[in-house]
C-alpha cells in the first residue's frame, strides 16, 4: 500500500509539471531600409521604405521614383504592419515574413500591391 501511495504521489508530480507552453515570440521589429517595389494601375515603381523607432514611437519615410513623403500613423499587431503616407492619401497594410514583406495600399488614386525586402546591414 505504501508503494502505491508513492506511485500516485509521484505520478502526480510528474502531471503537474507537465509540458509547458512554448514560449511566445519576440514582437515583430519592423525597423530598417526596405528596398521595395510598388505595383499600382500596370506600372512598377521602385524605392525604398525607412522605417524607424520603438515600439513606442515609430517613425519613417518612402522614397520611390515618383518622390518621397513621411509615413505616419505605423502600427503593429503580430507580423502585420499598417501605416499611411498622408501627403498622398494613401493607406498600406504589409505582412511580414522573415527579411520582407508584402501586402496592399489604397488611396485617392488607387489601389495595388508592395513588396520589400530588408537590405543588409540595416
Do not use: W
Not at 83 to 98: D, I, L
Not at 100 to 121: C, E, L, S, V
Amino acid at each position: 500500500m505504501k508503494r502505491l501511495t508513492m506511485l500516485v504521489a509521484a505520478g502526480t508530480m510528474l502531471a503537474a509539471c507537465g509540458p509547458s507552453e512554448p514560449p511566445a515570440p519576440p514582437p515583430l521589429d519592423p525597423t530598417g531600409t526596405y528596398s521595395i517595389t510598388i505595383d499600382a494601375e500596370g506600372m512598377q515603381i521602385g524605392g525604398s521604405l525607412v522605417i524607424r523607432g520603438t515600439t513606442e514611437a515609430y517613425t519613417g519615410s518612402i522614397d520611390t521614383d515618383m518622390g518621397g513623403a513621411a509615413l505616419a500613423d505605423i502600427a503593429v499587431d503580430g507580423n502585420q504592419v499598417s501605416f499611411t503616407v498622408p501627403e498622398a492619401g494613401v493607406s498600406f497594410q504589409v505582412t511580414f515574413e522573415g527579411e520582407g514583406f508584402n501586402g496592399t495600399f489604397d488611396g485617392a488614386m488607387g489601389t495595388g500591391y508592395i513588396t520589400g525586402r530588408k537590405r543588409a546591414g540595416s
